[in-house]
């Protein structure tokens, strides 16, 4: 086996691993996709001095991921309208931890957001991957006692705001379709029962597709929202797919073959929905309806 190859197969065993890493750090599978692939610059010209090719693979991931938000987050300044979270089409796997797949939840993804590019690093590490303090530290170049104090202020915050309500999978699922079936049907009374009275509703068109700049609050706005689409009937050619998005049963809109809409949603303590995401900017749903690995 050549040099080459060789190390290919040790990135590719890892490349999974590592995008996932980058898209909790943020907030999108292109710029994942993209960390990715100059660590991969990085590693097929280092290789030969690494002991450990996973650490170092891993490290360079945050360093890069890191670097990444950071002029995300500069460019986030002036995103027309409201900015949520590049969405995939990511299924919940069994095998993992409920903290791994629930960084992953759009929710969290945009309470995430709201951290430091190095709170949500610490974050992401310590929660998500369980490494300690140490490792997290020797990954981002800081000391431990600094790593811990961010690692605190990381917690509290999303403690703070963090969706605080957890549905079992098979309860959303079946939310979800009825909260399409009753849009569908143009059934209030049906909605008014699978909405919370303070649903909010947060809608991402990027200045690409119309949608509104402001969160929509209140079951009423948000019903008068909906019966405004379906009074120009938007989405009369449409078609809606359920299937999951970041992890949580969604709803993907299509129309002639092109996905137009990924919406997915948190719930209330009596599983109604409580925050409605729908991202709608074409640029943002290259992923969705392409099955994602984790």
Same mark, same amino acid.
């Given at each position: 086996?050549?040099?080459?190859?060789?190390?290919?197969?040790?990135?590719?065993?890892?490349r999974r691993?590592?995008?996932?890493?980058?898209?909790?750090?943020?907030?999108?599978?292109?710029?994942a996709?993209?960390v990715?692939?100059?660590?991969?610059?990085?590693?097929a010209?280092?290789?030969?001095?690494?002991?450990?090719?996973?650490?170092?693979?891993?490290?360079v991931?945050?360093?890069?991921?890191v670097?990444?938000?950071?002029?995300?987050?500069?460019?986030?300044?002036?995103?027309?309208?409201?900015?949520? $979270?590049?969405?995939?089409?990511? #299924?919940?796997?069994?095998?993992?931890?409920?903290?791994?797949?629930?960084?992953?939840?759009?929710?969290?993804?945009?309470?995430?957001?709201?951290? #430091?590019?190095?709170?949500?690093?610490?974050?992401v590490?310590?929660?998500?991957?369980?490494?300690?303090?140490?490792?997290?530290?020797?990954?981002?170049?800081?000391?431990?006692a600094?790593?811990?104090?961010?690692?605190? =202020?990381?917690?509290?915050?999303?403690?703070?705001?963090?969706?605080?309500?957890?549905?079992?999978?098979?309860a959303a699922?079946?939310?979800?379709? =009825?909260?399409?079936?009753?849009?569908l049907?143009?059934?209030?009374?049906?909605?008014? =029962?699978?909405?919370? $009275?303070?649903?909010?509703?947060?809608?991402?068109?990027?200045?690409?597709?119309p949608?509104?700049?402001r969160?929509?609050?209140?079951?009423?706005?948000?019903?008068?929202?909906?019966?405004?689409?379906?009074?120009?009937?938007?989405?009369?050619d449409?078609t809606?797919?359920?299937?999951?998005?970041n992890?949580? $049963?969604?709803?993907?809109?299509?129309m002639?073959?092109?996905?137009?809409?990924a919406?997915?949603?948190?719930?209330?303590?009596?599983?109604?929905?409580a925050?409605?995401?729908?991202?709608?900017a074409?640029?943002?749903?290259a992923?969705?309806?392409?099955?994602i690995?984790q």
């Amino acid at each position: 086996m050549t040099a080459g190859i060789a190390e290919a197969e040790v990135f590719e065993k890892h490349r999974r691993h590592l995008t996932g890493v980058a898209y909790r750090i943020t907030g999108s599978w292109t710029d994942a996709e993209d960390v990715a692939q100059e660590v991969w610059l990085r590693w097929a010209g280092a290789h030969s001095d690494v002991d450990r090719p996973g650490k170092w693979l891993l490290t360079v991931t945050v360093r890069a991921s890191v670097d990444r938000l950071r002029r995300l987050k500069r460019r986030r300044e002036t995103y027309v309208g409201l900015w949520l $979270p590049e969405p995939v089409s990511l #299924s919940p796997s069994p095998e993992d931890a409920v903290e791994l797949r629930e960084t992953l939840a759009m929710g969290m993804l945009l309470v995430l957001e709201s951290l #430091s590019p190095l709170e949500r690093a610490v974050f992401v590490l310590r929660e998500a991957f369980a490494w300690d303090y140490e490792e997290i530290a020797e990954a981002l170049g800081r000391s431990p006692a600094t790593v811990r104090q961010l690692a605190r =202020r990381a917690r509290q915050h999303v403690d703070e705001a963090r969706p605080r309500f957890a549905v079992h999978e098979r309860a959303a699922a079946e939310i979800t379709e =009825r909260f399409l079936q009753a849009c569908l049907d143009g059934n209030v009374e049906d909605l008014l =029962r699978v909405l919370s $009275p303070d649903v909010v509703m947060l809608t991402d068109g990027g200045g690409e597709a119309p949608a509104p700049k402001r969160p929509l609050v209140g079951a009423r706005e948000v019903l008068s929202f909906l019966a405004g689409l379906d009074r120009k009937r938007v989405f009369a050619d449409a078609t809606f797919t359920l299937d999951y998005v970041n992890v949580r $049963p969604g709803i993907v809109t299509s129309m002639r073959d092109q996905v137009q809409s990924a919406m997915t949603f948190d719930y209330d303590e009596s599983g109604r929905i409580a925050a409605i995401y729908v991202v709608s900017a074409p640029s943002k749903l290259a992923h969705i309806s392409r099955r994602i690995p984790q």
